[in-house]
């Protein structure tokens, strides 16, 4: 019995752990602290193991775990919740878009969303690169739907709104970046 | 087709992408894509950003996919380690209270008898009279477990990667590896890494020779604690499972270099390790003032 409750573990949890420890080296300062917490995650998946319901989504539910072991960990550091304004960006007030993302390098568009603040990106990871859905997204992070999609579509739009803005930087006239993005160097 | 229908359409366009409208709004949508160029450019626009968003944040380089499996071998071996404890727990409660007796019992021979084997060597060695033998015996048996999960579980072909190791000691640590200047001779340092075991955080440096693997852990013990110069720094021995431990304590932190050599042979190598490593220490204390 209980060697067929390990395999069934093993096997249902070690199959999301490429994804889990990405998204832990997403969201945590450094890798170190990533890895202690992926593996504290699994050793409470482990534990709570007897409650996982067969047949449900295995992913968020280790995604589950290991926020609520980084929210634990964090509060551990004592850390000052992080504040910023929900009117950072309206559609409304967003540029023109003309540019497509094919104008960006992969780390321009990597340092554009690492520079979002930690909820929204939070929210874009799971959603947009993970590929969960609202619902999921909000079990995971235990928050109602709504927040969700407020976080996923405000982040999104700082996203756009940050790649815009290199975008108007580097279009300056003879500006490196813009002739070497569009092959004229 | 009015500005406020691009609007509305752009508003809800995120939750198009992501399949989570309902069917009728999805339709209403579809149908404005259909007919407006601008609204489709922008929806166009949007799922490619998507696209190459997840192409920057999955691509991986071979680094981390040698990470990811360590990574993986690290939580597989704590996972064995919770395991073990709890299937004892189903042989029942007379056992259980049997072997909790049983194991106080040899708890008791353990701290008091010598398994903490202080062994004085020549000048070098003092023996550790102002420590408590039980935070010894506990701290040790840490530093231990720690070599078994994590630098007993790197393959037998690992080999030494400067700058991976580096990033991994962190800026702090990383002037760590020329401070000791290749000591000890003859071993092969294979990894460098910052971990933790049981809350504890340590630097850890891991050495090959001849099939036995040596490690060298700093523990940042009490970041306010007096540095011990006014005497000498009291080398304790200790031995735990098949596993010798040799610490000094210098107040602000503790070393351990542990392996499976014999004890005179760990302590040895100690020797080696400590005043290079104590030097490190002191200028590390010296930078935070």
Redo the contacts between chains.
């Keep these: 019995m209980?060697t067929s409750r390990?395999e069934d573990f093993d096997r249902l949890a070690?199959a999301h752990?490429?994804e889990l420890?990405?998204v832990a080296l997403?969201v945590c300062e450094?890798?170190?602290t990533a890895?202690?917490l992926?593996?504290e995650t699994?050793?409470r998946a482990?534990?709570s193991f007897d409650k996982f319901e067969p047949g449900t989504n295995c992913r968020a539910w280790l995604f589950r775990i290991f926020f609520y072991v980084r929210s634990e960990y964090r509060k551990s550091q004592a850390r000052q919740p992080l504040v910023f304004s929900l009117d950072y960006v309206k559609?409304?007030t967003l540029p023109t878009?003309t540019n497509?993302?094919?104008d960006?390098t992969?780390?321009e568009?990597?340092q554009a969303?690492a520079e979002l603040p930690e909820l929204f990106r939070i929210a874009?990871?799971l959603?947009?690169?993970e590929g969960l859905?609202?619902r999921e997204i909000a079990e995971v992070l235990n928050v109602p739907v709504g927040t969700v999609?407020s976080r996923?579509?405000r982040g999104?739009r700082m996203?756009?709104a940050k790649?815009t803005t290199l975008a108007s930087r580097s279009d300056e006239p003879g500006s490196v970046e813009t002739r070497k993005k569009r092959g004229r160097i | 087709m009015g500005e406020s229908d691009c609007?509305n359409i752009?508003?809800t366009l995120?939750?198009y992408l992501?399949s989570?409208l309902l069917v009728e709004t999805n339709q209403s949508v579809l149908d404005h894509l259909g007919s407006c160029r601008r609204c489709a450019a922008?929806s166009?626009?949007?799922t490619?950003?998507?696209?190459?968003?997840?192409?920057?944040?999955?691509?991986?380089d071979d680094d981390e996919h040698e990470?990811?499996d360590l990574?993986?071998r690290?939580?597989?071996m704590?996972?064995d380690r919770?395991?073990g404890p709890r299937?004892s727990a189903?042989i029942g409660w007379t056992v259980l209270a049997a072997s909790l007796i049983l194991a106080f019992a040899l708890g008791l021979a353990y701290w008091g008898i010598g398994n903490i084997s202080k062994q004085a060597n020549s000048s070098e060695v003092n023996t550790p009279s102002s420590r408590s033998a039980i935070l010894i015996a506990a701290v040790d048996r840490d530093a231990v477990e720690n070599h078994k999960v994590c630098a007993l579980s790197y393959p037998p072909d690992w080999t030494f990667d400067q700058q991976r190791v580096e990033r991994?000691l962190?800026p702090r640590f990383a002037p760590l590896i020329p401070a000791i200047d290749g000591k000890p001779a003859s071993y092969d340092l294979i990894e460098g890494?910052?971990?933790?075991y049981q809350q504890r955080k340590y630097a850890h440096l891991i050495f090959r020779r001849h099939g036995h693997t040596l490690s060298v852990f700093i523990e940042q013990d009490d970041p306010r604690g007096k540095p011990k110069s006014s005497r000498p720094l009291e080398i304790a021995q200790t031995s735990y499972t098949a596993y010798q431990v040799a610490s000094v304590d210098t107040g602000s932190h503790r070393i351990f270099v542990v392996s499976d050599l014999p004890s005179v042979e760990n302590l040895a190598l100690a020797n080696q390790l400590f005043p290079l490593t104590l030097g490190f220490i002191h200028k590390l204390e010296l930078r935070a003032g």
């Design positions: 209980a390990k070690f752990f490429r420890r990405r997403r450094d890798r170190e890895d202690d992926v593996q699994y050793l482990w534990r559609e409304s878009q497509t993302s094919s960006f992969l780390e568009i990597k969303f874009v990871l959603s947009d690169i859905k609202y999609m996923l579509s999104r996203l756009r790649l | 609007q752009r508003e995120d939750l992501d989570e922008e166009e626009r949007r490619e950003l998507r696209c190459r968003l997840k192409e920057a944040l999955t691509l991986e990470r990811d990574s993986r690290r939580v597989q704590a996972l919770e395991r299937r189903r991994a962190t890494h910052i971990c933790s």
